[in-house]
């Protein structure tokens, strides 16, 4: 990284609007300013759960007023890595969906394979893979929908450095490191991949300009920063959950205008 301060917008203002148990907490930060920063018209998360991977991506659109839709899709059923939970999960994403981002957000509830006569080639800005992590399913699913990313276009991929029981993620994204000219790793929260496609007019960002610098210096420093940017957001979150109430320590009565007097 130059010698410029990078002070992107999670550290400036972001809240976030939605915290639910998942290993994408350590990444909140940076879906925050990658979307910030692209732009997207047209956001898709492949394998959704909970949402917080998704409605980070619909609160940077909002708050940094964005005119884009983004698509999660998902069975909702669960599979052999979640196990499979039952219908409470769906409804609590549906009922956030309603209530905080109607009018850009569609929940497609079916597999993935079901949902790809619903997008045009080259009309993805941004891909999020997070389904089954088998090396099979990932490449399925990266083989599948990449030809819907257009050209510049950015994907996501979840927990490449988990290699855990028949987690194969990391496998696939390694062979695409060997193949891809633009991509990136974040080694920290089980690992997020960040791939940008070839061709088109890709957005030119200070972010992507840090991803894509091809600097294993600017690369090493990228990795650092989000990775204290997602202790930071933690401890904060910490700091509030704790925080004494006002009550318990104001004075009572006109008595601490006296002693401040005396």
């Given at each position: 990284?130059?010698?410029?301060?990078?002070?992107?917008?999670?550290?400036?203002?972001?809240?976030?609007?939605?915290?639910?148990?998942?290993?994408?907490?350590?990444?909140?930060?940076?879906?925050?300013?990658?979307?910030?920063?692209?732009?997207?018209?047209?956001?898709?998360?492949?394998?959704?759960?909970?949402?917080?991977?998704?409605?980070?991506?619909?609160?940077?659109?909002?708050?940094?007023?964005?005119?884009?839709?983004a698509y999660a899709i998902d069975c909702w059923e669960g599979d052999e890595h979640t196990d499979a939970y039952d219908d409470s999960v769906y409804q609590d994403v549906q009922q956030h969906a309603r209530?905080?981002?109607?009018?850009?957000?569609?929940?497609?509830?079916?597999?993935?394979?079901?949902?790809?006569?619903?997008?045009?080639?080259?009309?993805?800005?941004?891909?999020?893979?997070?389904?089954?992590?088998?090396?099979?399913?990932?490449?399925?699913?990266?083989?599948?929908?990449?030809?819907?990313?257009?050209?510049?276009?950015?994907?996501?991929?979840?927990?490449?450095?988990?290699?855990?029981?028949?987690?194969?993620?990391?496998?696939?994204?390694?062979?695409?490191?060997?193949?891809?000219?633009?991509?990136?790793?974040?080694?920290?929260?089980?690992?997020?991949?960040?791939?940008?496609?070839?061709?088109?007019?890709?957005?030119?960002?200070?972010?992507?300009?840090?991803?894509?610098?091809?600097?294993?210096?600017?690369?090493?420093?990228?990795?650092?920063?989000?990775?204290?940017?997602?202790?930071?957001?933690?401890?904060r979150r910490q700091a509030k959950r704790f925080k004494p109430k006002d009550s318990a320590y104001a004075p009572k009565g006109g008595q601490g205008k006296q002693a401040e007097e005396s």
């Amino acid at each position: 990284m130059s010698s410029k301060i990078y002070f992107p917008p999670s550290l400036q203002r972001f809240e976030p609007r939605r915290m639910v148990f998942s290993t994408w907490v350590d990444h909140l930060p940076f879906a925050y300013d990658l979307v910030t920063a692209i732009r997207p018209g047209l956001v898709v998360e492949l394998g959704v759960y909970n949402g917080l991977s998704f409605f980070t991506f619909c609160q940077a659109m909002v708050e940094n007023d964005i005119d884009g839709v983004a698509y999660a899709i998902d069975c909702w059923e669960g599979d052999e890595h979640t196990d499979a939970y039952d219908d409470s999960v769906y409804q609590d994403v549906q009922q956030h969906a309603r209530e905080h981002y109607r009018g850009i957000t569609y929940l497609l509830r079916m597999y993935f394979n079901e949902a790809l006569r619903h997008f045009e080639d080259n009309s993805i800005d941004l891909l999020h893979i997070d389904g089954l992590h088998t090396y099979e399913a990932v490449k399925e699913d990266f083989s599948n929908w990449y030809p819907k990313v257009r050209p510049g276009g950015i994907v996501l991929f979840h927990d490449v450095m988990a290699k855990l029981k028949d987690f194969g993620a990391w496998k696939f994204f390694e062979e695409l490191e060997a193949s891809h000219g633009e991509i990136f790793k974040f080694n920290h929260g089980f690992g997020l991949g960040v791939l940008r496609k070839p061709g088109g007019a890709p957005v030119q960002t200070e972010l992507t300009e840090l991803l894509f610098s091809g600097e294993p210096e600017t690369e090493k420093r990228l990795r650092q920063f989000y990775s204290h940017a997602a202790h930071f957001l933690e401890a904060r979150r910490q700091a509030k959950r704790f925080k004494p109430k006002d009550s318990a320590y104001a004075p009572k009565g006109g008595q601490g205008k006296q002693a401040e007097e005396s």
